[in-house]
């Protein structure tokens, strides 16, 4: 009768149970460990990343290339576990993974956007908000003179000032967001030239705007006990 009921209700709970305490476990070490910046990329303490167990390793890494690379489905856990482990083995080589780019600086491992895996740019049309790349969300507060695209500022790098397109410093100032991230960063730009950097201060007095809204959050809502 209810027995086989009462013990199939019994290992749900306990199935939830587990669920949400691994899901608890993450977010904490997401706390501790992972800093996300709102330029769209992530900043990993390389340290970290030798010292947690290596299936929570592995789960993070996936979190953060399916937030960081707009993934549509998970990444593939072969390849999750092959870069843990070359991570582990050596953090100062670059990886990719999920339309991810991994890459040393500064005693952390860096994860943005991989250029080649990005979306083309989009043109934006007055008074609406587009999600691009499945990550960002960008707005046009009036109609401009001429039409306006998003993209990376890479994928316009012609086009941007001279001080953007000049090779990596030999020291930033600190705070300042790593050259090498510059062409990742969203830009909007029209037929004279770049028009809004907004995470580099460009531009902002145009109320252009582009905010990092990842379709697959860095952090999820705790599941429920039945």
């Not at 705070?175 to 909007?188: D, K, M, S, V, W």
């Amino acid at each position: 009768g209810g027995e086989p009921i009462e013990a199939a209700i019994a290992e749900t709970r306990r199935c939830a149970a587990a669920r949400i305490g691994r899901e608890r476990e993450l977010d904490a070490w997401l706390a501790r460990s992972v800093a996300l910046h709102p330029a769209g990329f992530a900043a990993i303490d390389a340290a970290a990343l030798g010292t947690a167990p290596a299936e929570l390793c592995e789960r993070l890494l996936a979190r953060i290339a399916a937030s960081i690379g707009g993934l549509r489905y998970p990444p593939r856990r072969e390849r999750v576990a092959r870069l843990r482990a070359a991570l582990a083995a050596d953090p100062r080589r670059g990886r990719t993974l999920g339309g991810c780019r991994f890459v040393f600086w500064r005693k952390r491992v860096l994860v943005f956007r991989e250029p080649a895996a990005a979306d083309p740019p989009v043109r934006l049309e007055p008074g609406n908000r587009v999600l691009w790349d499945r990550r960002f969300t960008a707005s046009l507060p009036s109609a401009p003179a001429a039409p306006v695209m998003l993209g990376y500022l890479g994928q316009r790098i012609a086009a941007a000032p001279a001080a953007l397109r000049a090779g990596p410093a030999r020291s930033e100032p600190a705070g300042a967001l790593p050259r090498l991230l510059h062409p990742n960063l969203p830009a909007l730009w029209d037929e004279t030239g770049v028009l809004s950097v907004p995470h580099l201060g460009l531009g902002s007095d145009r109320g252009l705007s582009a905010s990092f809204r990842p379709s697959n959050p860095l952090t999820h809502a705790g599941f429920t006990v039945v």
